[in-house]
């Protein structure tokens, strides 16, 4: 899923492109894709792009009168920059943002088709898409630690969650726990102060690389390669490969549809994770240490 550097990069990709032209139409490919009702879609076509935000994970169209388009790529969801008019792909298109100087193409590359377009009128209404997590680069430390702290969660799942912070997911939260030396299953209320104080600094200079990374990336070309996984990264996406720092296996831990990755050496003193489903089966035969692990 698209997180807070993705966004960042889409929307400084967006801004040049779309603010202050007009949304001439919007064709919708998919009858699934738009969840709203009021207002329709006639009373946005037509009306100039003020200016664009980002909302958590949500890409957010200011337009004249009040109104705002706001776009949830979810998992799959990607954008792609292209001329004026051009058709919306057959398989995987749901729909197109047509302006003066191109077209913003929607597409989701899943069958499960969870994004979303949200016509919304008035403020108040766009701040209910809010699900009010701290913005991680613009906190202090105090408004960090207490977001952080304000529930008992592990770490992987409080840098995840909405409700405290924006805009982190699966990715990220990965690279910043590893950059950290922290391990994703320490619960949040079990860390020092210096620890938070660490998790804090790693949190927004993670999020602040990456952003620039991206960004560059894009400078002359609309972004074509948002993904979670990318070759830079650290330990997301890595299992099974060497870490970075020390050399060590990257491990996982895989829950529903989302999973943990980790260095068992700079993160948990040496010790595996144990993965519901293997640790389940293997019992009494799931190593403990990456020692064990290598030994076998």
Not at 148 to 177: M, Q, V, W
Request: glycine share 6%.
């Amino acid at each position: 899923m698209p997180e807070l550097p993705d966004i960042v990069t889409y929307l400084r990709a967006l801004e040049p492109r779309v603010v202050g032209q007009p949304l001439e139409a919007l064709r919708l490919a998919s009858p699934f894709v738009l969840r709203s009702v009021d207002p329709p879609v006639r009373e946005v076509v037509g009306k100039r792009v003020l200016s664009l935000a980002r909302i958590g994970k949500r890409i957010v169209f200011a337009l004249e009168d009040d109104l705002f388009v706001v776009v949830h790529l979810m998992v799959s969801g990607r954008f792609q920059w292209k001329k004026r008019g051009d058709k919306v792909p057959g398989k995987v298109g749901l729909g197109a943002f047509d302006f003066p100087t191109g077209s913003l193409i929607f597409t989701e590359a899943s069958t499960k088709k969870r994004a979303s377009i949200h016509l919304v009128r008035g403020r108040e209404a766009l701040a209910t898409f809010s699900r009010g997590g701290v913005e991680p680069l613009e906190v202090d430390l105090p408004t960090f630690r207490e977001a952080l702290l304000r529930e008992r969660h592990t770490l992987k799942r409080a840098l995840t969650d909405p409700r405290l912070f924006s805009g982190i997911g699966n990715a990220y939260s990965d690279e910043i726990l590893h950059a950290a030396q922290l391990s994703p299953v320490t619960r949040s209320d079990r860390l020092t102060e210096e620890q938070i104080a660490r998790l804090y600094t790693t949190t927004q200079r993670v999020l602040t690389q990456w952003t620039e990374l991206l960004s560059k990336e894009a400078a002359t070309e609309f972004p074509t390669k948002v993904t979670a996984f990318r070759p830079e990264m650290a330990v997301h996406g890595k299992y099974g490969q060497p870490c970075p720092v020390c050399g060590t296996k990257v491990q996982r831990i895989v829950y529903a549809e989302n999973e943990s990755n980790y260095c068992p050496r700079c993160q948990t003193g040496g010790k595996l994770l144990a993965d519901r489903s293997l640790s389940r089966l293997l019992k009494d035969n799931w190593p403990k240490t990456i020692e064990e692990l290598e030994g076998r």
